[in-house]
């Protein structure tokens, strides 16, 4: 009798170590399988994106420079964009071309606002251009939106006098950020070809739109999280972490030419320098309709400045900086 129930009872074991092993067996195969990640567009149908570039900031100045003598300055400024991405040619083997229309663009900033004019940014308001994307969603011929963006850069500035050319506060490089990068975490996978496991990264770069004229970089670590099963199909879980990159490419878009002097707060300091960006943020990516869904960036930068004039000390400046796009339903 207690042969019996220890032959039972080692059957059960084995049984159960059996189920035990499958399912760390296919976990690990769920894990190691690889996911094909691709752009695609139906010819005419249109796809609308609402994105939203905010950010507070603070400037402490040094105690015993100018009248401020060591005072928190707090600023806030964000814009809101809504972009229809309408496919006109579609290739699913090679170039899709894709007419963009800045249907809606709203800048606000506190406190204060630009006295003489309307940010420039919102002269996007309404215009239309188009690029040309591979499946992979690299953005392959941009030459239409490059040039609206140095079309719309001369609008950032004051009418020229004997003082020279005068640039107004703008969030130009806002819209830069959330149009020229927009299937970056899908179009930097090295080779796109071989697929992407679970917790594999990939590195690429972003821009940092800042509220001083900096051209300046973000290098970002992609890694996929994990792939949810949704109604709507199913969901990559891709996060995101940011540092500050070293270098900028030559190929970026830059909104304004020539010398200039900026008005305002950001014009009364120079020689800014990055000291620390830190951040991290979350996108998720449809693999079954080849659509990026959603994403948040969220980063804090923190910069010290030189006072003009030869006054002495260093401002601090600290930036927390919120970007944020969605897929509006239809």
Same mark, same amino acid.
């Given at each position: ?8 009872? &080692? ?11 499958a399912?760390c ?18 010819? $005419? ?11 507070e ?17 707090? $600023?806030?400024?964000?814009?809101? /964009? ?15 071309? /894709? ?12 406190? =204060?606002?630009?006295?003489?004019? %309307? ?5 996007? =308001? ?48 806002d ?6 990068? &927009? ?5 930097s ?17 972003l ?19 994990? /792939?949810?099963e ?20 030559e190929?970026?878009? /830059?909104?304004?030419? %020539? ?21 991290? %943020? ?17 980063? $804090? ?8 004039? %030869?006054?002495?000390? $260093? ?5 927390k ?5 969605? &897929?509006?339903?239809?």
């Open positions: 009798m207690e042969g019996l129930k220890l032959k039972k009872a &080692l059957t059960i074991f084995i049984v159960l170590s059996l189920v035990v092993l399912g067996r296919k976990a690990v195969e769920e894990k190691e399988k690889k996911e094909l990640f691709s752009v695609d567009f139906n010819e $005419n149908q249109t796809l609308r994106y609402a994105f939203t570039s905010s950010r900031i603070e400037t402490s100045w040094p105690s015993g420079s100018s009248e401020k003598k060591g005072n928190v300055d707090k $600023n806030f400024e964000s814009v809101e /964009i809504t972009v229809a991405y309408t496919p006109v040619k579609v290739d699913l083997y090679g170039l899709t071309t /894709i007419k963009a229309t800045c249907e809606k663009i709203r800048a606000s900033r506190k406190p =204060g606002s630009n006295k003489t004019k %309307g940010d420039a940014v919102v002269h996007f =308001g309404n215009k239309s251009y188009t690029f040309t994307v591979n499946p992979a969603g690299e953005i392959v011929d941009n030459s239409e939106l490059y040039e609206l963006i140095r079309q719309t850069g001369k609008k950032a500035f004051r009418p020229e006098t004997e003082k020279g050319r005068i640039k107004e506060p703008d969030m130009l490089w819209y830069i950020t959330t149009q020229w990068f &927009l299937w970056d975490s899908v179009a996978i090295e080779k796109p070809a071989d697929g992407v496991s679970i917790g594999q990264s990939w590195k690429s770069k821009s940092i739109p800042m509220p001083m004229v900096m051209r300046q970089a973000r290098d970002v670590t992609y890694t996929l999280d994990e /792939i949810l949704t109604e709507k199909g199913r969901l990559a879980v891709i996060k995101c972490s940011f540092s500050h990159a070293s270098s900028v490419p190929d970026w878009p /830059i909104p304004y030419t %020539g010398k200039f002097q900026m008005s305002g707060r950001f014009g009364f300091l120079m020689r800014y320098r990055i000291v620390e960006l830190t951040g991290d %943020g979350k996108e998720l990516f449809n693999i079954d309709t080849g659509q990026i869904e959603e994403y948040e960036h969220n980063y $804090n930068v923190k910069l010290k400045a030189s006072l003009r004039m %030869g006054i002495s000390g $260093n401002p601090e400046i600290t930036i900086q919120h970007l944020i796009m969605k &897929l509006l339903e239809d």
